[in-house]
């Protein structure tokens, strides 16, 4: 990737390609994985557990194929409804929703003109979120970082973000987030790729080996 994707046309099929890659990861993953671990408590979503997470994403996930956007849709309340709605449900059948939605959350995202391609980033985060809490590598990272980079990239330019210039120690080309434009010079961030992702997602990133300046860490969070 190179700093002059952050102007490159939107790639209709690139949500739906990463939700597919993160979800030939993870559900397997998943599937593996003992009853106890689904009740671990995240870091990165206070008060939730491993399943609680995966809920909201599977039901986030089948709000978009069902188009089923009622007011109020994805605020606090709403993912909390959300989750008690299937706190009957055993665990393989949260993730068997969760498998459905990545599968078919796409089209529907593509189709969307780019008005809920925020919506699958959110998810690959997410699926890191519940990789650090198994102790599994890739969270944040893995198969799917480059389309999540490139996702990155365009979500903040269209949303007027902070400029930031970012020399990554794991990918070749620097990338340049944020607003073009803006009147302020871009911050410089210089580390790894997935300490990058945490600052944009509002994940904790201590004990990460990286630089920042020009602007503060929380200036960077796209989903704050």
Known sequence: MT???????????????????????????LRTRPDADFALPTVACPGWSVRDVLAHCSAALMRVVESRFEEGVFS??????????????????????????????????????????????????????VREVLGEPGAYAGAGLPDALRLLVRLTRERRHTPLHADLDDVDEPLRLGEPTAPRPPARYIGDAATLVRLYAGRPAEGGSYELAGAEARELNIFG
């Open 3 to 29: 700093s002059a994707d952050a102007h490159e046309v939107r790639d209709p099929e690139l949500p739906g390609r990463l939700l597919v890659v993160e979800r030939d990861a993870l559900v397997p993953l």
């Open 76 to 129: 606090p309340e709403s993912n909390d409804r959300d989750i008690a709605e299937r706190a009957d449900w055993t665990n393989a059948r949260v993730v068997d929703e969760l498998e459905r939605g990545m599968t078919e959350a796409g089209p529907v995202i593509a189709g969307a003109g780019g008005a809920l391609d925020g919506i699958a980033l959110g998810e690959w985060v997410h699926a890191g979120d």
